[in-house]
Every structure is written in C-alpha cells, then in structure tokens.
C-alpha cells in the first residue's frame, strides 16, 4: 500500500495503485452521508427485529413488542369497513325488495354490493355477467326454473336447489331411461315429441302420436299437460327456446335416460341477510326478472 | 473529505478543477425603469397568488361561492364563469398549450421575459433578496459580514431574516392549500387545527420547498434545473430583443479620466468605464459583457445600474439595453438600428394564440349542461329469450350539469320494434321511461333493448339513445350497436 501514494492530478485524490492499460483507479471513499445512511439502516433493522415479528422458530415466531399482527390488522380494517358501511346497509336491510328497486339511490346501492358480491361468490358458475353456462342457468334471460320474481330470486339464492339445506328447493328429472321406465326407441320419440313443442324440426320417421301419449303418461305431472314447466318443482318450460341443457336430439335423450339434478348451494349462512338481498336485487336488474 | 483541492504544485494553467463549488451571489440593491416594473409585477403576482382563493363568486344555493376551487372531492373545477367536470379536463391541454404558445411569442419579441419578470422562481427570490437587504443591509454589509466573525448582532439579524422567510414560504404554502377548499373555512380550521391531515402536510412540504429554493438555492435553479433557458436558446433568433451589453459602443474599456484624455487625441474610447456595477446587481451573478449567456434571466437589472452610472459620468444612457445582434452590427457599419416585432415567427405565434383561444372560447360557450354516455354489455352481449326475442342491455350514464333537478325522457332509435325497459324505472309511460336527474350529478341507469327475432336481421345495428329535458327540450343523445347472438 505505501507505494500507493500516486496524487492525481486533476482530481487531487490518490490512486488505488490498480492500473488497467494505463487506466489508473482513484482511491474514492464512499461519500459519508453513503456510509451513515448505510450504519443507520442495520441500527434500524436492529429495532425492527425487536419490534415487530422478525425471526422464525421452530414452532412459532418472535411476536416482537407491539404484538403486530397483519391478520388483525386486517380484521380491524375489515370491522372498520362494515362500521362505516353500516349506516347505508341497515337502510338496505330495512326496505322491501321491491321499494329497494323503486329508489334510484337504494338500486344503485344495492346494484353495487350486489355486482361485487356476485362476482366473488356467483361467478365461478353463472360467468361474470350471469351469463351462464351449459347446466349453469343464464340469469340474464327470461326463463327462472324456480321462478324470477324478486322474492322467488331471492329464496333461491338463501336455500339454493337440492343443496340440502331444509328449505331447499327439492325437484328430480327422473332418469327413465337408466331406470328402465322408458325404452331406448321411446326416449327418441319423446325427445322429438319435446322439440316438436318449442318448435324445433323432428327427426323424419317421428311418430307424433306415440310421443305426445309417452309425455302424457311420463311427463305432465312435472312438466304439465302441455309442457309449460312448473317453477314449484324446478320444471322447465319445454315450449320456450331456452334449454339449460341443450336442445338437440342427443341432449333430450341423455336428459331423458339419465335425468338431471344440478346444484346451487345454500347461501343463508354463508352470506349476511343484507347482502342476500343487495344480491337478489342484482340479480333481478340483470334482467332476467319477471 | 469531500472536497478534494489538488495541491498547487500539481496545477497546471489547463486544469481547472472539475467541479467548482458554487460562488454566493450578493446582488446589489438598484432602483430604476426596470427595478420598479419588476415591484409592480411582483406585487400583482403575488397579490393574485395570495388573495384569488378569497374571491367569492355566486353561483346559486348549494354550489360553492369561491371564485377559483379546484374541488377534488366533488371532482369538480371552478374558475369564475366557468364549471369543469373531470371529463372535461381537455381544456386544462388547451390552457397548457396556449401557455406555451404565449411563452414562444413573449421569446421571440423580448427573450426571456417570462424568467426574468414573472417566472415564480424569479418573483420569490427576489422578495426573499428584499428581506435579505432589509435586515442584513446591502451587498457591501452582506459581504463583509460573511467574511468576519459571528457576533451576536449578526447571529440575531440572520435569524431574523430566516424568520421571515419562513413565515413568507409558510404562507405560500398555506395559500395553496386554500385553492382546494373553501378559503375562509379552511384558514379557520387550520387555526384550530381542525384542518385534514393532507393540508398540513401540503403546506409543510411548500413551505419547505418555497424556504430551500427561494432562500438558498436561487440562480442555480435557473442554471442547473430549469430546461427552459436550453429549450429558449433553441427557440430564439436574431430579431428577438435581449439584454445587451453594446460592445461596439462599450469598448475598449476605460477609466472616465483615460477615455478623457483618449478623446482629446481625437481617437475612439470605449463607453464603459469598467465600474461592474453591472455584475455586482446581477442576481445570477453573471457578466452581461461576456455576451448573451445561459445564466441571464434577463431581468434589466444591470440595466438601470448602467444608465445610473452613465448619467452620473455625463455619457448617453442605455449602454446596457433590450438590443439584438442585428443592430450591434447595423451600428458598427453605421447604419439605422431596427425592430421588427412583426416578423414572420410571431405572427404565426400569435395567430397560433388566437385559433387556440377561439376553439377553447368556442368550446365552452358550446358545451353542453346535459349529456349522456353508453356502454354496451359485455357479457353477455345479447340475450335470447324465451319467446325467442333478442335483447341487448346497456348501462347509460347521465351528466345533468345544471344546478337544478330535471325531468327526462329516453327514446331508443335504431333496431325495428325495440322497446325499451329501464331497471327501477316505475314510470307511467312505458314506452318513453321518464326519470329524474338530481342536480350537479351523474345518474347510471341500466337499460334493456328487446326487439323481435329476425333471421334475415343484420348482425349488429346502430341504436340511438335520445334523452329529452321536458322542462328545457334539451337534447342529448349517444350511440351504440344492438348486436343478435
């Protein structure tokens, strides 16, 4: 080092003695604010340690002084949020459905809860917009297997459909063709005999006489006498042009010989009254209300 | 440790250090023409600055009654007549382009006036060069005081004069805060402390920016941080007036007894007599006879100190004066000096000025107090219905700009037989909804257009939504696509 003693010229400082390709390094210290910057933050992550929770142990972790905890910081925020929502819900809670979509201001309120909650908890199934899917009703047409009025909108969400609760809604599509109620070549007269009734083209050799008694003695007592569905037993309408599961031959017949029982759970539990409510309103302004 | 000096004997006269450490201007006090334009602008701007929030302006019950309100809360902007919402925040584009424009003109007829009359940075310092003098004297004072010891007089005018440039940059900040809620209630809360937590926080940070800028950093602002004097040089041209030190009259240099006895041998002598009176008034510490220069805010300062000093030793004023290089060589071939400010640059500047104003003025006069906008849903984008119909659903949102609740119709335009339903609409009149728009507000409305199946339909049609101010007949009306699945 003592032959390092090279002054720079221009800059005054000494040089390091590295030389590359007659390149010479200066000797710069770090400015100091640099260095006290540097010293402060080890003292500071040294408080932080004792402070807060820093260390992981074998079973646990050092608490630290304040006890700080994210999940009950959460918790707090949370408990702060509904505080201050309060007010505007109980007034939500307090209406009727159908005053709630009489007043703009408590419509857009509700609208407003209602989207964010339905795409939190509805959407895996009925897609963002309620739009549906294959099995999974669209909730924006016309056409409610267990009714579309606010108050049956909201039942359905509460107890939901063979979800087991007790107030379910209860409605089985018998399986005739697996329970060998129904013969293979009359589950395909029958499912042309339903599609003649929405108005969708036969299959050519379609005996519509031998249908419409099959239906007759098979179908009425859900479906009724002509096939206009019952919303008491989850019956759909089969002269609309909505299917849930499809419309053509091969849809009709698996539904005839398997049957169909899809689920919507129970939410009564799961989500506060109030916001059961904001989400029936929702769901009615999508459109789908009757 | 951080400033290396390089040891004399290893200087060379080619090395310069290469970091100079800033040298403290001292400007001196000086009173004439430009001096007290630069008071009276400083009085208006800072006057406008500090009492505009005070201004009140009535625009009807339940509307704020302050002149100029940026209302961040109700996203609203108030500038007297004028009401902005934040979706039309393109008049802010317009103000800022005809700022520029106004900035390009004022250049090429006069140089830098912008910075060395009106520019903020410009207006604080020089207040805060005022306090200065008045509480620790004038230049001379300033400069001996600084070389000598500390004394207990000196410690107590410093502080004094720290004093009160702290309480001026606590008031600018405090000023601007005020712009962005009501003047009057505001200052009261914030002597009660009352006020929200961001105002205190906004003054503390503009009063220590106003402290820090105006009171130490000064002309290094305008020479280190400013684009503007590199983008002004870019800009700039022959014609345009600046502060000029006449060399061809000016020189050589020399004493008033030297010139004397030069003259009387019937040979030229320069006008300058060397007095750097010039210099010791710069307030970016400049010599303006080295030439126009990045440093120069072109404030005329050196001016007045030169006239001052030239009427005292009996020669023509104006030595140091607004002058371009044109006319240093006009005079020097002994020709007529000449100004042109209607020259093709400002022209188009100014007419530049003028289209803007007219389309901003055009614009506001024009814009419409209601209004209405349209967005299609996404998903689904059409909905089948039982009885085999097609239906779209639309959110519509409404602007009533008006102080007053109103009455409005929707009409749907576009796809054969469409009917219209509105969600939470109980009106008496199905086929043409009818709601109310509170007043000042936005109103979103979800809609439904069904029409009839048709297989021969085109895919998507244009729908037109018409909104009616019964009241008014004021119309508005937006556009979409009805779309079939």
Known sequence: MSEHNEIDRVSGRSTTGHDWDGIKELNTPLPRWWVLTFYATIVWAIGYWVVYPAWPLVSGYTTGLFQYSTRASVATDLADLEKLRGEKMAVLGNASLADIEKDPALLALARARGKTVFADNCAPCHGSGGAG???????????WLWGGSLD???????????SGHAKTHEGQMLAFGRDGVLKKDEIVTVANYVRSLSGLST???????????????NC????????????ELGAPNLTDQIWLYGSDEGALVETITNGRAGVMPAWVGRLDPVTVKALAVYVHSLGGGK | MN???PPAELMTDEDGPLYAPRKKVYPQSVSGRFR???????????GVYYLLPFVRWHRGLGAPDQAVLIDFPNRRFYFFFIELWPQEIYYFTGLLVLAAFALFLMNALGGRIWCGYLCPQTVWTDLFYAVERLVEGDRRAQMKADAGPMTVNRAGRRALKHAIWLMIAWWTGGAWVLYFADAPTLVRD????????????????LTASTYLLAGYVREQVCVYMCPWPRIQAALTDEWALNVTYKYDRGEPRCSVKKAFDIRSLGEKAGDCIDCNQCVAVCPTGIDIRDGAQLGCIQCGLCIDACDAVMTKVSRKAGLIGYDNDINVQRRVAGKQEIFKPVRARTVVYASLITVVCAVMLYALMSRTLLDVNVLHDRNPIAVRLSDGAIRNGYTLRFLNKRGFDRVIAIDVDGPA????????SDSVTPDRPMIVLARDTTTELRVLVTTPFDEKAEKSVPVTFRVTDIGLGEVASATDHFVLP
């Not at chain 1, 049956?152 to 063979?162: D, E, S, W």
């Not at chain 1, 009425?220 to 919303?231: A, I, Q, V, Y």
């Not at chain 2, 007290?36 to 800072?46: D, G, Q």
């Not at chain 2, 929200?196 to 906004?202: C, D, E, H, K, L």
């Open chain 2, 190 to 205: 914030l002597a009660t402390f009352q006020a929200p937590a961001i105002a205190y926080v906004w003054i503390a940070m």
């Open chain 1, 152 to 162: 049956q909108i909201m039942q359905t969400i509460q107890f939901g459909a063979r």
């Open chain 2, 417 to 424: 037989e469409a009917k219209l339903h509105v969600i939470g």
């Open chain 1, 133 to 143: 899917a294959k099995g999974y009703p669209n909730l924006n047409d016309d056409d």
């Open chain 1, 203 to 217: 299959a050519p050799k379609f005996d519509a006489a031998a249908g419409k008694k099959l239906f007759t003695e």
């Open chain 2, 36 to 46: 007290s334009i630069k008071w009276r602008l400083m009085a208006v701007c800072l």
């Open chain 2, 3 to 5: 400033k290396p000096v």
């Open chain 1, 220 to 231: 009425t007592s859900c479906h009724g006498d002509n096939g206009k569905g019952n919303p």
